[in-house]
């Protein structure tokens, strides 16, 4: 009986012994594969580890100290908890020899973790304080307001032609800058908490009713598309909050304002102010998009007080220039203005636009097709600017 009782014993022993070798088998994996992921060159347009820009490259640098000290930490924890385990494992029944009290054991664990953060801060701080700095002024300003859920981009320094004389260029979701242009960001909403994040650009910065923060983007970004997005949980649609900075040569932006201050290739009749040329369905649509130039020019803009610029939805003037529309979620084309039109609150849930073929729209299909016909040739006379030569994601250094 006691015979067995020990081989029993000694199989528990041996069990256990096969099991922490299992676990550190496991942990140097699970290390080895965090090493080999962070050694990865792939681009990753929605981190900070493809940095394009100075700046971008600053954060990725405490990115960097926060991972290899983290790793550090999380090694030198494991190796310490493994080493406990074993060392002090249970032998027999007396009880070990009770410890209170370790002054050194103390002052080394308040110590090292004070010192840890202080590696943090220090270049933390010199880093927020040269953002601050460095957003004080630029060569050009960009008004950013962040809606639900979609980003609202006003020119202030450029004045374009609307139906009520100049006024800045607005446009939506996709922000071109030229490139070598220090840029300076004017992140305001008139709704909830948002987040402007372009990770290879620059830092990620809150976006908050009754502030303006500001957020520079340095003139060293080459040339090419960088996807942003929505960083701050702001309600049903915030995961399809996305946009696009697209850094171009001077004479591709040129172009494209220039193309903003041709007259559009469909108006109102100025005399009657009744609408040519453009399908009568599209009517709905006035009350909460613009289309600058024409009479479509009535929903609300920015930050004023008109609660109709709460609800407003995206300028539409020169869409059949932009990539993509619904904030990222489809392509600007036939057939993806077609499945937004036809498809609205199943595409994208939660979105404030109704769906106008269900009560008490109901339109057709037809008139659907109507209106991405028109949508589609809101282009300048001369066709869509030249792209960028850089298709895609830059590379990075
Ligand atoms: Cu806007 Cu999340």
Known sequence: ????????????????????ARTVTMLALAVGAALLLSA???QKPYSHISPVTENARDIQFLYKIIFWMALIVFIGVQALITYTALRF???????PEQIHGNKRLEIAWTII??????????????????????????????????????????????????????QPLVTANEVRIPQGTEVV???????????????QLTGKMDVIPGHNNRLAVAGDAPVGEYWGECAEFCGAAHAWMRFKVIVEPRENFDAWVAAWQQ???????????????????????????????TMAQ???QGLTADPKSQSAGPNLTLLGC???????????????????????????????MPNYTEEPYNLTEEQVDEIVAYLLQLKPAGGRPPEQPVGGVAAGD
């Open 298 to 300: 009535v929903a609300g």
């Open 89 to 95: 494992r249970r032998r027999n029944e007396d009880r």
């Open 1 to 20: 009986m006691e015979r067995r009782t020990h081989d029993q014993a000694q199989a528990r022993v041996r069990n256990r012994r096969a099991s922490t």
């Open 40 to 42: 990865c060159g792939e």
């Open 185 to 199: 960001f004017n992140l305001r909403s008139n709704n909830v908490i948002h987040s402007f994040w372009v990770p």
């Open 113 to 166: 973790p004070a010192l840890v953060l202080l590696v943090i801060f220090i270049p933390t701080a010199q880093t927020l304080y040269d953002f601050d700095a460095a957003a004080e002024e630029g060569e050009m300003e960009i008004d950013v307001y962040g809606k639900q859920w979609w980003w609202e981009i006003h020119y202030p320094g450029i004045q374009v032609a609307g139906a009520q004389g100049q």
């Open 263 to 293: 007259p559009p290739p469909v108006d109102a009749d100025p005399s009657t102010g009744d609408v040519v040329d453009v399908p009568p369905s599209f009517l709905n649509c006035i009350a909460c998009h613009n289309v600058s130039g």
């Open 322 to 352: 932009r990539d993509m529309i619904a904030a990222g979620l489809l392509p600007n084309t036939a057939e993806g203005l077609k499945t937004w039109l036809m498809h609205t609150n199943e595409v994208k849930e939660g979105v404030y």
